[in-house]
């Protein structure tokens, strides 16, 4: 394996259990590699499947109708490779937080809202680190607070989640994902529910916290301009499977999955405030129950063919890319 790599996903399926229909698969067949110290971006419309995986990748699915079906992941530790899928539940919390932790779309539900910040960053370094002194534990909780971008964090510490704007309850949740010093960073739409200057914000936190401590970051959103200022790397994914992985440069300036071209054109032109998405394709993700066979994607591309109806798209694989089209390649 590349040594660069820190996390692989390979074939990964998730599923949830329904009463109506049986197991439905969100997530069908996904395989990618995060590298260390890159941000990797992961976009696609609502449903599709990204929350899932990133909920997958920490063990975190809702149970018990959550479940991993098949699949490996595969995250580098000083002792070798473990697989999260396989390790048993006691096992986790050496994983969470310490290895790779996650910050949601919501500050405030991440938040205990009955405890001081102070009292919740505290307790996560005493889960983490249970031999460091109550002295300690409170120095570390300060400069952790000084690091994320608050100020007076010792007057801040005493105060509840309420007490603080938006973007400082995120900059809090921030500092208790990074508590543990994990190398691996998930961050599921971390700045949707900000507005848009304190988002720039946090992205720039996010960029220095990431160069100080060398982590790697796996970046969630919709947000195909933020997509293009922070990621390196960019996954698509639709209807629970890959569509195309590149270099986001290239994504961007020759996009090759019909999807990934639609996303582009309809990126909100600067300074709109528009939040609905990609008017340019018509129709939506279909829901799970109603998945067709063959590339998921037929009923909305202009592209499609017989063989697009009757087969999963191959994914097809040039050095670090990843297509599934049968009806484009790298090279036309
Ligand atoms: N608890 C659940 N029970 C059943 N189905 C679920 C559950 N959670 C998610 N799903 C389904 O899994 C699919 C993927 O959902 P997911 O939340 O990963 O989408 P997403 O890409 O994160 O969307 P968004 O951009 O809206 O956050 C969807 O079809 C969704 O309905
Ligand atoms: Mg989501």
Known sequence: MDDQVVLRVSNLRVGFATEDHGMLVAVDGLSF??????????????GCGKSVTALSL?????????????????IKTKDGWEDIVRLPANQLSRIRGARISMIFQEPMTALN???????????????HFPEMSDKDIL??????????????????IHEFPHQLSGGMRQRVVIAIALSADPDILVADEPTTALDVTIQ?????????????????????THDLGVVAQMCQRTLVMYAGRLAEARDTRSLFKDPRHPYTKGLLH?????????????????????????????CRFQSR????????REEI????IKQDQNLACWNRGFHD
């Open 58 to 74: 920490l063990r975190l699915l809702p149970q018990p109708l959550g479940k991993i079906l098949s699949g490996e992941i595969l």
């Open 33 to 46: 590699d995060l590298r260390a110290g890159e941000t990797l971006g992961l976009v696609g419309e609502s």
């Open 113 to 127: 809202p009955v405890h001081t910040i102070g009292r919740q960053i505290f307790e996560s370094f005493r889960l």
């Open 301 to 308: 591309c202009p592209l499609v063919t017989e063989r697009c």
């Open 313 to 316: 798209p191959e994914v097809q």
């Open 200 to 220: 720039a914000q946090i992205l720039d936190l996010m960029l220095a916290l990431q160069k100080k401590r060398g982590m790697s970051i796996l970046l969630i």
């Open 266 to 294: 309809s990126i909100p032109r600067l300074g709109s405030v528009r939040k609905t998405l990609l008017p340019t394709i018509e129709g939506s993700v279909p829901a799970l129950k109603d998945l067709l066979r063959g």
């Open 139 to 156: 120095m570390k909780s300060l400069e952790l607070l000084e690091d994320v971008g608050i100020p007076s964090p010792e007057k801040r």
